[in-house]
């Protein structure tokens, strides 16, 4: 633009000059419609997911005993019973496990560690956790839980490995949710003379328990969705017997595979049926952490 | 966060004398060290993932060398002519996270667009938890509908065998089409008004101030949620487990059957492994090759994010 001869400005800018305002709108147009479709998609596909399963499986779920019974040769004989049963146990030794480890790591991180070295390490390291195939975690299991410790693949053991699988998530979730609390709370609680556990366990975890209560469904009803590292583990899908902590399991999900994977066509009806339970049940899980988060956030 | 600006000193929690003082005495320091065992057990699963991995990593690797593992081309360990190449299982994986990617990148970023740019605040609102219930489905949920609903409706017109990596490839995009347009939503909002400001006021489109103008300034977050999409998809098991096939091969062809890392170590462990047998050892050889593979992409991914995010005001 520089040597543009001062002459001549405005037929030198009037060649340059091209706003082409007409294409280019269009080309917005297009985009904008682009865009709203890849969004459009997605949900699409949620929705025909949604539809498909509940198609194939929901009179098969109606039928009388599929609830009741145990699994089966014969599609029309397969129910849920043990499955459910070892989806429950599981579902109870992980909370036992997992959340007083997981609270109590986030509460040393958030009220105790200084900003060390070794508090900075922990951190990374949890972030590391969560992005490890859940595979990775059965592997795991399968070392150290089923050879090591010699339980064999026992509900134990797949409780143990779903435990570690969710520890990171519900140590961050809890992290936030303690991290919510107003410093001036904890200031009062010095201020009167109570002591450091005192101060944590009388007003800060009252205080951040519905965001960790809420934190840690959505991190558990993770886990009771998860099937590689059981099926690593050893739970198996053909049982009749009920499920206790050192005997051998199944859990809803592992079902479901082994009613895919088996050849016979009945069988995609009843997978879709145990589908239909275990999307239930997640919906219900989150649904209730979301009830939590929005009735207790008026404290904040 | 409540109150607008405290003094330096009560930010600094550590150095508040009262603090300090309300944590001396026995009990205090019991509770404090058994809290630091809490957090130290996300240490030590790290450890213990790294160590089972790799102890029968070594002893699987004094049965087999090294050459073998990434030259041989077959992978056929539990047939009686054995052949260790691990490679069919990473073409396996690396085909069926290509498909994925080519799916869940466009739509991904499509969304994340829409949302940032175009919807109104309360639409996005309402979307944005929508799009992400798609990540809250579990993935043996996927395997079925790729199984039973995507493969048989694209025989109708593609030559698929039934087992094939392209309808793993094309639901495993779906899945994680909440991974990369959740970060990339959040990197684009970051992005700041006065940016897009500018370009309006220079007669930039909207079209254009998007990837123009947000797309770039954004870059490193969507690159890093890329980067972690790719990573899920390599560590997806029950996708490929149900509806990729069982067969370790070399090939670029979509519409065969493959084997990929993850459906090998479930298959393999679904038939129980004695501790002392040729199979148990596979299983955590292909585990470390899976776990460096994603710890490679997570650590470029976390990288990225910290290096290149463009930081504003």
Redesign the interface.
């Given at each position: 633009m520089a040597n543009l001869s001062p002459a001549n400005p405005s037929s030198a800018s009037q060649g340059n000059y091209r706003?082409n305002t007409k294409t280019?709108?269009n080309?917005?147009k297009i985009?904008?419609t682009?865009?709203?479709?890849?969004?459009g998609?997605?949900?699409f596909?949620?929705a025909?997911?949604l539809v498909?399963?509940f198609q194939?499986g929901f009179l098969r779920m109606l039928q009388p005993g599929f609830f009741t019974d145990n699994a089966s040769r014969f599609a029309e004989r397969a129910g849920l019973r043990t499955a459910l049963l070892g989806s429950i146990w599981l579902l109870v030794l992980l909370l036992l496990i997992s959340v007083?480890?997981?609270?109590?790591?986030a509460?040393?991180?958030e009220e105790?560690?200084?900003?060390n070295r070794l508090?900075q390490?922990?951190e990374i390291?949890?972030?590391?956790?969560a992005?490890?195939?859940?595979?990775?975690?059965?592997?795991?299991g399968?070392?150290?839980f089923n050879?090591?410790f010699r339980l064999g693949?026992v509900l134990l053991s797949g409780a143990l490995t779903l435990s570690?699988l969710v520890?990171?998530l519900i140590?961050v979730a809890s992290r936030e949710a303690i991290r919510?609390v107003?410093?001036?709370l904890?200031?009062a609680s010095?201020?009167l003379g109570?002591?450091?556990?005192?101060?944590v366990s009388n007003h800060v975890l009252p205080y951040a328990i519905p965001g960790i209560v809420t934190g840690v469904i959505i991190s558990v009803?993770?886990a009771?969705?998860?099937?590689?590292p059981l099926?690593?583990v050893?739970a198996v899908g053909y049982l009749t017997a009920n499920p206790g902590v050192l005997r051998r399991f199944s859990a809803l999900?592992i079902q479901?595979?082994d009613w895919?994977?088996r050849p016979q066509a009945d069988f995609?009806n009843t997978?879709?049926a145990g589908?239909i339970v275990?999307?239930v049940l997640?919906f219900v899980m989150?649904g209730t952490a979301i009830y939590i988060r929005n009735r207790f956030s008026t404290f904040r | 966060?409540?109150?607008p600006n405290?003094p330096i000193s009560?930010l600094n929690?550590?150095e508040?004398t009262?603090?300090k003082r309300?944590?001396r005495?026995v009990?205090?320091k019991i509770?404090?060290a058994?809290?630091?065992?809490?957090?130290?057990?996300?240490?030590l699963?790290?450890i213990?993932?790294v160590v089972?991995?790799f102890?029968?990593t070594v002893e699987f690797f004094q049965e087999v060398s090294f050459a073998e593992f990434f030259l041989d081309t077959r992978w056929t360990p539990l047939f009686a002519d054995q052949h260790f190449g691990i490679w069919p299982l990473i073409n396996g994986t690396l085909l069926i996270a290509a498909i994925a990617m080519l799916v869940a990148v466009?739509?991904?970023?499509?969304?994340a667009?829409?949302?940032s740019?175009?919807a109104s605040f309360r639409l996005a609102a309402i979307?944005r938890p929508?799009?992400e219930?798609?990540a809250?489905?579990?993935?043996?949920?996927?395997?079925?509908?790729a199984?039973?609903?995507v493969t048989p409706l694209l025989r109708n017109f593609l030559p698929l065998e039934i087992f094939n990596a392209l309808s793993a490839g094309l639901v495993m995009g779906?899945m994680i089409?909440?991974t990369v347009?959740s970060i990339s939503l959040d990197a684009l909002r970051a992005v700041p008004l006065s940016l897009r400001e500018a370009a309006y006021g220079l007669?930039a489109?909207?079209?254009?101030v998007?990837?123009q103008i947000v797309f770039p300034a954004a870059l490193s977050g969507i690159a890093a949620s890329i980067i972690?999409g790719i990573?899920r998809a390599?560590?997806?098991?029950?996708i490929v487990?149900?509806a990729a096939g069982q067969q370790p091969r070399l090939t670029l062809n979509p519409f065969e059957a493959v084997a990929a890392m993850?459906a090998y170590?479930?298959q393999v462990?679904?038939g129980?492994t004695p501790?002392d047998s040729v199979g148990y050892r596979t299983?955590?050889a292909v585990?470390s090759t899976?776990?460096l593979i994603?710890?490679l992409l997570?650590i470029i991914s976390?990288f990225i994010t910290r290096r290149f995010r463009e930081v504003y005001d």
């Open positions: 706003p280019r709108e080309t917005g985009f904008r682009a865009c709203a479709i890849a969004l998609a997605g949900l596909v949620l025909l997911l498909d399963v194939d007083p480890i997981g609270v109590g790591a509460v040393y991180l105790y560690a200084s900003k508090s390490f922990i390291n949890i972030a590391n956790l992005g490890v195939p859940s595979i990775v975690y059965g592997l795991l399968l070392g150290i050879e090591l693949p570690l520890l990171p140590i919510a107003p410093l001036s904890r200031q010095y201020g109570a002591t450091k556990w005192q101060t009803s993770r009771v969705g998860e099937t590689a099926i690593v050893g999900p479901i595979y895919i994977s995609t997978a879709a589908i275990l999307l997640l989150n | 966060m409540q109150t405290p009560i929690k550590r508040s009262l603090e309300a944590s005495g009990q205090e509770i404090a058994l809290l630091l065992c809490c957090a130290l057990v996300s240490v699963t790290t213990g993932i089972t991995l102890e029968v466009p739509l991904g970023l499509g969304s667009a829409y949302l740019e175009y979307l929508a799009l219930l798609l809250g489905i579990p993935t043996v949920v996927y395997g079925y509908f199984l039973t609903y779906v089409i909440p347009g007669g489109t909207k079209r254009e998007t990837t972690l990573s390599v560590g997806e098991t029950m487990v149900i993850t170590i479930a462990a679904a129980d501790r299983l955590f585990g899976l776990f994603t710890l997570n976390y």
